[in-house]
């Protein structure tokens, strides 16, 4: 496992996380806790520390189970989570977003999350006139001069470009990171929001790594998906069809001979200055693993950045 100092915070992070949306039960399978618990297990193994959950992953449910895994060694962790939705059923969210419900959020993560202390505490999909609230902004200060949130961060939608104005403010609202998506199918951050991260020297984490599965060499074109999981509810069937394409063309054409595919895709998202760290999601032990290797692949440079070398 290859380390990457987390923007100007002093949190050091492994170059590939955990996702977890999945253990919500919106990526058409029901966890139990003995199978996420063999996961950490593995992470352990492999080196990942970074671990990104949210609020609305189930009712807490993702937290739950989190905070479960990793409480006999939750020091060794840089744990992330989210805050602005709340869940109700599948794919049904509300959005408390006043200070009050900060707090609220706050605590009901943290008593989910078996912790005290929250290392990364993100914005999730906030729009422009709710980011700016300075009530907002003081809970936040409030509870890291309490102990409870060590940094905030910034987890922004895929339209990378209507959040430029948060991204440029990150540094005056006392956020330290942003969470976006970036993938070889969507390289949108580029244009805009990377710049302004370097420039800010914000830490990166780049969700989606995979593009929901596509760039993972499992899926042809024509492929049905659930329609009860993300892919099949969300995404159109022209859609899924022209992304398998592309990832079949990548494949074909990109690909190096003998390397796995996800694992390349992974590895091609840290090829970048700006990100710190990708967070695909997993459904077990092997792909845990699977993703922890893509730090072997020689396109992880050494020279990154952000890179630490670990004593």
């Not at 022209?242 to 990548?250: N, S, T």
């Not at 990100?275 to 999601?281: E, F, L, M, S």
Request: glycine share 8%.
């Amino acid at each position: 496992m290859k380390y990457r100092r987390l923007g100007r915070s002093e949190l050091v992070v492994s170059v590939i996380g955990m996702g977890t949306w999945q253990f919500g039960g919106e990526w058409g399978k029901d966890f139990e806790q003995g199978e996420v618990d063999a996961m950490f297990d593995r992470a352990r193994d492999v080196g990942i520390n970074l671990i990104d959950t949210a609020e609305c992953y189930g009712d807490h449910t993702s937290e739950a189970f989190v905070g479960a895994a990793i409480g006999r060694d939750r020091e060794k962790w840089v744990l992330a989570t989210k805050f602005g939705h709340k869940f109700h059923a599948p794919f049904d969210r509300s959005e408390p977003r006043s200070a009050a419900d900060v707090r609220v959020q706050l605590e009901d993560s943290l008593r989910a999350l078996r912790t005290d202390y929250i290392d990364l505490y993100q914005y999730h999909s906030w729009r422009a006139e709710e980011f700016f609230n300075d009530d907002v902004m003081a809970e936040l200060e409030k509870a890291k001069a309490e102990g409870k949130v060590r940094h905030v961060a910034n987890s922004i939608t895929s339209k990378t470009e209507t959040h430029v104005d948060q991204v440029a403010a990150s540094s005056a609202r006392h956020v330290e990171a942003i969470q976006l998506v970036y993938n070889r199918l969507d390289q949108r951050p580029e244009a805009g929001v990377f710049p302004l991260c370097v420039a800010q020297d914000l830490g990166v984490l780049a969700r989606v790594p995979l593009a929901s599965g596509y760039l993972s060499g499992r899926y042809k074109p024509g492929h049905k998906f659930d329609a009860n999981e993300v892919r099949g509810k969300w995404h159109g069937e022209a859609d899924r069809n022209a992304k398998l394409a592309e990832a079949e063309r990548i494949k074909a054409e990109e690909l190096p001979a003998g390397v796995d595919m996800a694992q390349w895709a992974l590895a091609w998202c840290l090829l970048h200055p700006a990100v710190t760290c990708v967070i695909p999601g997993c459904k077990s032990v092997e792909q845990v693993a699977s993703n922890a290797a893509a730090a072997e692949l020689d396109m992880v440079a050494a020279d990154h950045p952000q890179a630490v070398v670990l004593e």
